[in-house]
């Protein structure tokens, strides 16, 4: 597992110029979904008779979002058959550092999961920035050890130059750019670590993760969803019926 950060790390140079096309994408980053706040327990469901126990999954929202952000999978999930025991919502300070802070409170969380439901192994399922806190703690975190499924929806996985707008003031920001430590240490060696199973979902049309191919990883199912915005991703019904094959696989 890695230490934490070098402080004096160098960070790759900041482009000179922000475009005007950049400044909006990070408006439509900043604005687009509601500050963070604590995810709320799940109330408490049993399973159906005769229907066998699944993996709980954990859902790891993006930057600047809240646990909110996915009532629309989470409705499909019930109506696929979990309950509400089997589905939680992790909830986090978006602007921390993926490495030192974020990814450690995610498996704690995990943990918690584990102990609440008894199961062995979780799903993890991610949008956005919550790809590289999620990924952080499989590879370097212990968690290749209890993931079963892991998915990034619209991950900024190999960076994305639209977060250099509010990275001079932001940690998060920080890490999802092109070449920034967390990045350049989530792609070294093997990008889809241990026997845990990985997928991504990407669009060609992504106005926030620049390139779009910046999110499909070695190793992993990789699918396009066609020309989507980045948030659409989290409502649309062909990716969500992706994402639940994928889990039951």
């Known amino acids: 597992m890695l230490t934490a950060r070098q402080r004096s790390q160098a960070l790759p140079p900041v482009p000179a110029?922000?475009?005007?096309?950049?400044?909006?994408?990070?408006?439509?980053?900043?604005?687009?979904?509601?500050?963070?706040?604590?995810?709320?327990?799940?109330?408490?469901?049993?399973?159906s008779?005769?229907?066998a126990p699944r993996n709980p999954v954990v859902l790891v929202h993006g930057y600047n979002a809240d646990p909110g952000v996915w009532g629309a999978l989470r409705a499909d999930l019930r109506a696929a058959g979990y309950t509400d025991a089997e589905l939680f919502s992790f909830g986090y300070d978006t602007h921390r550092s993926v490495n030192e802070v974020l990814a450690?409170?995610?498996?704690?969380?995990?943990?918690?999961?584990?102990?609440?439901?008894?199961?062995?192994?979780?799903?993890l399922?991610?949008?956005?920035?919550?790809?590289l806190v999620s990924r952080w703690y499989v590879k370097f975190g212990g968690g290749a050890d209890v993931v079963d499924h892991w998915v990034s929806l619209a991950g900024p996985n190999r960076g994305t130059s639209t977060a250099w707008a509010?990275?001079?003031?932001?940690?998060?920001?920080r890490d999802m750019t092109p070449g920034s430590y967390v990045v350049k240490n989530l792609n070294s060696g093997d990008e889809t670590p241990g026997a845990?199973?990985?997928?991504?979902?990407w669009s060609n049309c992504d106005e926030i993760v620049n390139p779009d191919d910046s999110v499909p990883l070695t190793g992993a199912?990789?699918?396009?969803?066609?020309?989507?915005?980045?948030n659409d991703l989290l409502g649309d019904d062909t990716t969500s019926t992706g994402v639940r094959a994928f889990l039951g696989s």
């Open 104 to 123: 450690g409170r995610l498996a704690a969380y995990v943990d918690q999961v584990r102990r609440e439901t008894g199961a062995a192994e979780v799903d």
């Open 221 to 230: 199912a990789n699918t396009p969803v066609g020309c989507l915005k980045h």
């Open 196 to 201: 845990v199973k990985y997928a991504t979902f």
């Open 49 to 51: 008779a005769g229907v």
């Open 125 to 131: 399922v991610s949008h956005s920035f919550g790809s």
């Open 166 to 173: 509010c990275a001079l003031w932001d940690q998060a920001c």
């Open 17 to 47: 110029l922000l475009t005007l096309p950049v400044l909006l994408a990070l408006l439509t980053l900043c604005l687009a979904l509601p500050a963070a706040s604590p995810a709320r327990a799940a109330t408490a469901q049993a399973p």
